[in-house]
């Protein structure tokens, strides 16, 4: 199966810093149909997680502009420009290239 | 409003079974493809299965850990899907969520533990 490796595991932040989340890969997420399946969660506390972006890069419908995904092949970041009391959780990559799909361990952002 | 509610979960002793119902409304179900996915007490997520819609013939899979345990299955003329869960073991102690395909929508979860 695929391993997906987030770093950092934690990350803390004041409101309004820009923040970086990585998430590699065990193996291309490039699919044959030219596709790459990789998504990015955020999971607030005692909520089920949300769809913050698809394909890599695409924002899910009703997410804040100040998320990005970017990356290709095995590599790839979500960042969030200008840190929001509301984006505390924990970030989940998720992929769904290859079979089964599998999550990344996660990365908590939590306030400095 | 897409809603996703699932039921059925419960404390459960080793070897025994349990069946999820995930009752879905605010989308056209019968050609949506489900997952159920199900985090650990460590907040670790996993996909476990997955159903396609009936132009694909209901085509499910499974992760390895539950194959010859779990059964997805869906039931269109009540929007619900279902995962029925057999000879359960310690750790398949988590919070079970059912998902649309693209993982767009999630339900509130419901817990099962294993436990004697």
């Known amino acids: 199966d695929v391993v997906l490796t987030q770093t950092p595991p934690t990350l803390s932040a004041t409101i309004g810093q820009s923040v970086s989340i990585s998430c590699r890969s065990s193996?291309?997420?490039?699919?044959?149909?030219?596709?790459?399946?990789l998504n990015w969660l955020l999971q607030r506390p005692g909520q089920p997680p949300q769809l913050l972006i698809y394909?890599?890069?695409r924002l899910e419908s009703g997410v804040p502009n100040r998320f990005s995904g970017s990356g290709s092949g095995t590599d790839f970041t979500l960042k969030i420009s200008g840190v929001e009391a509301e984006d505390l959780g924990v970030y989940y990559c998720?992929?769904?290239?290859?079979?089964?799909?599998?999550f990344g361990g996660g990365t908590k952002l939590e306030l400095k | 409003e897409v809603q996703l509610v699932e039921t059925g979960g419960g404390l459960v002793q080793p070897g025994k079974s349990l069946k999820l119902t995930c009752a879905t409304s605010?989308?056209?179900?019968?050609?949506?493809?489900m997952h159920w996915v199900r985090q650990s007490p460590e907040k670790r997520l996993e996909w476990i299965a997955r159903?396609?819609?009936?132009?694909?013939?209901?085509?499910?899979d499974y992760v390895e850990s539950v194959k010859g345990r779990f059964t997805i299955s869906r039931d269109d003329s009540k929007s619900s899907v279902y995962l029925q869960m057999n000879s359960l073991k310690e750790e398949d102690t988590a919070t079970y969520y059912c998902?649309?395909?693209?993982?767009?929508?999630w339900g509130q979860g419901v817990m099962v533990t294993v436990s004697s």
């Open positions: 193996q291309s997420l490039l699919h044959s149909n030219g596709n790459t399946y």
């Open positions: 394909l890599v890069s």
């Open positions: 159903i396609k819609d009936k132009s694909n013939n209901y085509a499910t």
């Open positions: 998902t649309t395909y693209r993982l767009d929508y």
């Open positions: 998720v992929q769904s290239t290859h079979a089964p799909p599998t």
């Open positions: 605010g989308f056209t179900f019968s050609t949506a493809w």
